[in-house]
Nanobody, 125 residues
Framework: QVQLVESGGGLVQAGGSMRLSCAAS????????MGWFRQGPGKEREFVAA?????????YYRDSVKGRFTISRDNAKNTVYLQMNSLKPEDTAVYYC?????????????????WGQGAQVTVSS
């Protein structure tokens, strides 16, 4: 069982930056691939970014955040991060981190086994 707790959300102006953190419980964090998803107002939840397990050598991003967002992990701290730069109003959403026991990273939320409670990110224009 893995428990995930997001932090770092809030209000930021367009063009600004914000870093989300997701702290995981348990001693097997490095064995999970990790993902970030988001759900904007009136929208379905969508994939944002993912990082492979262990050393995090592989990452994947949705096209609209490539070059602006960076996912990383610190296995010693059981934490995954999402650094968000050049934020846009359309990035406004509740952001969720998720853990996936599979070997590969996936963009489908159905492949993820554990979820955090979400962190609100609001980007004002």
């Amino acid at each position: 069982q893995v428990q995930l707790v997001e932090s770092g959300g809030g209000l930021v102006q367009a063009g600004g930056s914000m870093r989300l953190s997701c702290a995981a419980s348990g001693r097997t964090f490095s064995s999970y691939a990790m993902g970030w998803f988001r759900q904007g107002p009136g929208k379905e939840r969508e994939f944002v970014a993912a990082i492979s397990r262990s050393g995090g050598g592989s990452t994947y991003y949705r096209d609209s955040v490539k070059g602006r967002f960076t996912i990383s992990r610190d296995n010693a701290k059981n934490t995954v991060y999402l650094q968000m730069n050049s934020l846009k109003p359309e990035d406004t959403a509740v952001y969720y981190c998720a853990a996936d026991r599979a070997t590969y990273i996936y963009t489908s939320q159905n492949m993820y086994d554990y979820w955090g409670q979400g962190a609100q990110v609001t980007v004002s224009s």
